[in-house]
């Protein structure tokens, strides 16, 4: 990709959180090595330091809040409806966020129905001072196992995270390897 596309593409995304970066812990650095050295990185706030992260790959999305980022990953998966959705929240995660099916000492999984031909699964990823969301939508029509608008309990939730175990996977080594 040639230089001024990609700075075209990266003053895109600083403006799409609008002219303050800085208040949504977003703001352009200089490519670490990872990628082409053509290619601008977006630098993100998260807990108490900070990550680079590929304009190509991620795009950051308005977010209301000065305590979160909002981004949409711009790399779908062959069996995603939409586009994966990620926040982080720069500040601890409360109990109240530690719901759903518990995979691990830190992560945590819900599963949801709200259309005929999808499950939308969440991922939780408690970092300590700073937690992150990750929603993505699957192409899924079985309504055996979830009914259109069932929330699933730890039980159906188990069975939909077998069903789509490689996608969880790649999503939790993805969430740990950006942020």
Same mark, same amino acid.
């Given at each position: 990709m040639t230089k001024p596309i990609c700075q075209l593409m990266l003053s895109l995304c600083i403006l799409s959180v609008g002219c303050s970066s800085q208040k949504h812990n977003v703001q352009a650095a200089k490519d670490n090595g990872d990628l082409s050295s053509r290619e601008k990185r977006l630098k993100i706030a998260v807990g108490n330091r900070s990550v680079e992260i590929s304009p190509l790959e991620w795009e950051v999305l308005k977010s209301e809040f000065e305590y979160s980022v909002n981004l949409k990953n711009?790399?779908?998966?062959?069996?995603?409806?939409?586009?994966?959705?990620?926040?982080? &929240?720069?500040?601890?995660?409360?109990?109240?966020?530690?719901?759903?099916?518990k995979?691990?000492?830190?992560?945590?999984?819900?599963? &949801?129905?709200t259309l005929q031909d999808s499950v939308t699964v969440q991922i939780r990823i408690d970092k300590g001072s700073y937690w992150i969301?990750?929603?993505?939508? %699957?192409? &899924?029509?079985?309504?055996?196992i979830l009914s259109i608008g069932e929330y699933a309990d730890e039980k159906k939730s188990l069975?939909?995270?077998?069903? &789509?175990?490689?996608?969880?996977?790649?999503?939790?080594?993805?969430?740990?390897?950006? %942020?």
């Open positions: 711009n790399r779908m998966l062959s069996n995603e409806k939409y586009n994966q959705i990620v926040t982080v &929240f720069n500040l601890e995660m409360t109990r109240d966020r530690k719901s759903g099916t995979l691990s000492d830190n992560i945590y999984l819900e599963s &949801f129905r969301l990750s929603r993505q939508t %699957f192409s &899924f029509d079985n309504d055996r069975l939909i995270s077998n069903m &789509f175990k490689n996608e969880i996977s790649n999503t939790i080594y993805t969430l740990n390897r950006h %942020f």
